[in-house]
């Protein structure tokens, strides 16, 4: 059994400031982080839902890539 979660990676600051969007994949109690592409700041991202805001300047982008990325991985 396998569990997939998309959480901010707040501990890896890139150049421009913001923290990378990652996919946390845990699978026989390991995890596998893999990089989605997307960044974002701490200001632009709701904890209570692991997702962007709705400010985010890419936010229907981001939506539509993590739905594609969630139901491959499931």
Request: charged share 30%; hydrophobic share 30%.
């Amino acid at each position: 059994m396998s569990s997939v979660k998309i959480q901010l990676y707040a501990s890896k600051t890139l150049k421009n400031g913001e923290h990378p969007i990652m996919l946390r994949i845990i699978k026989d109690r390991r995890p596998k982080y893999i990089s989605l592409g997307f960044s974002c700041s701490k200001e632009m991202w709701d904890t209570s839902t692991d997702l962007p805001k709705r400010k985010h300047p890419l936010y229907k982008e981001i939506l539509l890539m993590l739905e594609k990325k969630t139901h491959r991985c499931v």
